[in-house]
T-cell receptor, first 112, second 114 residues
Framework: ELKVEQNPLFLSMQEGKNYTIYCNYSTTSDRLYWYRQDPGKSLESLFVLLSNGAVKQEGRLMASLDTKARLSTLHITAAVHDLSATYFCAVDSLAYGNKLVFGAGTILRVKS | GAGVSQTPSNKVTEKGKYVELRCDPISGHTALYWYRQSLGQGPEFLIYFQGTGAADDSGLPNDRFFAVRPEGSVSTLKIQRTERGDSAVYLC????????????FGPGTRLTVT
């Protein structure tokens, strides 16, 4: 069974600080995703990571993937208030029918 | 272009009633997914359509839940004899095909069962 664990589940940080969200998954997957969700809104795709060692960056967010450790990280650099949201990682696998399996989410609050 | 749309955006119903939730995928997308997101949790898979057929319905919690996609475009999620535990946001996503890794999510329908 494909399972995803994220930590921390809640993160309160000051503007300008750096932090990392971790995502572990239980078995081999084909792709790893990071999504952002604002309150009352749907999911916004941030990154798709396809292979071991993949690293993608967009603004103050950088995602990486280590398939051997079954670990992805989402690193936040010099946080700003606008980054406050819930961040989800998800994985899928053709062996499990391509459905996305999500972590519980990390609620990020950036304080001014 | 138009994204995935879902109607209604909010639905309040009484316990025991029947509800239908609608999803309009992006035009030309053959794969369609339904997920359910309970408060404070990540979305959970319900059912996946490839074209008109349900390719994987392993996430449907019980036989009160049913979904159709008769013409391979619009899909309807149907819930019979609703229970308070069915209260959640129901999300629909579509992708170009089964192999595509990009699923585009709709805004969701918030279902509240009183």
């Amino acid at each position: 069974e494909l399972k995803v664990e994220q930590n921390p589940l809640f993160l309160s940080m000051q503007e300008g600080k750096n932090y990392t969200i971790y995502c572990n998954y239980s078995t081999t997957s084909d792709r790893l995703y990071w999504y952002r969700q604002d309150p009352g809104k749907s999911l916004e795709s941030l990154f798709v990571l396809l292979s071991n060692g993949a690293v993608k960056q967009e603004g103050r967010l950088m995602a990486s993937l280590d398939t051997k450790a079954r670990l992805s990280t989402l690193h936040i650099t010099a946080a700003v208030h606008d980054l406050s949201a819930t961040y989800f990682c998800a994985v899928d696998s053709l062996a499990y029918g391509n459905k996305l399996v999500f972590g519980a989410g990390t609620i990020l609050r950036v304080k001014s | 272009g138009a994204g995935v749309s879902q109607t209604p955006s909010n639905k309040v119903t009484e316990k025991g009633k029947y509800v239908e939730l609608r999803c309009d995928p992006i035009s030309g997308h053959t794969a369609l997914y339904w997920y359910r997101q309970s408060l404070g949790q990540g979305p959970e898979f319900l059912i996946y359509f490839q074209g008109t057929g349900a390719a994987d319905d392993s996430g449907l919690p019980n036989d009160r839940f049913f979904a159709v996609r008769p013409e391979g475009s619009v899909s309807t999620l149907k819930i019979q004899r609703t229970e308070r535990g069915d209260s959640a946001v129901y999300l629909c996503a579509s992708s170009i095909n089964r192999e595509s890794y990009e699923q585009y999510f709709g805004p969701g329908t918030r279902l509240t069962v009183t």
